[in-house]
């Protein structure tokens, strides 16, 4: 039976797809997005959170191997654990009632879940016998004969598009971005698969205005999708980086938010459904 690597199993959600959700957030990503919500799913394996301000020097953790200790003020956090298929099955279903009663299910997300492939398949072939509906949160980031794979199991899908042209890609997450478009492409066209388009708003990287006309482009050629959700940035990922030792930009939040509501207006000029993340639909 597979393995994962699994920072966070979130229950009750009601911000990653329809109804209410556990969500699993896997870890192991390929971008590096210079402004990461979650930067402690970039490494597969497991890391420690150091918090110096809660640490009183009780030696505790001295000598001991990686995540063997426990930290008694909570100085020192472990993220990250291997779990199997049958044991986050097990506790997903838990809450199956809620799933019914809402029009819910389960949520697989990052991290990036096609980063552990034959986990997200096995999982997914598990949930499927159960009649749980399955979300994929992904960024697009897949060789297509594996994103297909995990399509054919797959109810839903949130698809995140970070930068239109291929330059711009490149800069805000190190990698290209033509594996996601010929994917997104795949999805739109050679399934029936429902799906919506997430869209980062970070003020200073993506935000601008050309980068905002060649994404609507992308969009007018998309012929199924649901509904487009804008992002705008947070800065909780700072503080988690820093935790971890990784050197991350911070942005402007106020700005960001800003910027989200010129592309809801533009968006919405367009015809196309959308919402902003923490912002009310009527925004205008």
Known sequence: MESASIFLIKRFATDDGNGIRTTVFLKGCPLRC???HNPESQAQEAQILFTPERCIDCGQCRGSAQGLYTCPTGAREL???????DEVVTLVM?????YEESEGGVTLSGGEPLTQPQFTIELWESFGMKGIHRTLDTSGYADLDLFRSVLSLTDWVLFDIKAASKELHLFCTGTSNERILRNLAYLDRMTTIPYAIRIPIIFGMNDGEENRKRTIQILEGLDRMDHIQLMPYHSWGTGKARKIGIAQDTFDTAASEQSSKQWLIDLRKKGFPARRNGGEDNDT
């Open 34 to 36: 210079r402004w990461c």
């Open 94 to 98: 838990r809450d199956r009632v809620f």
């Open 79 to 85: 993220v990250g654990r291997s779990m199997r298929v």
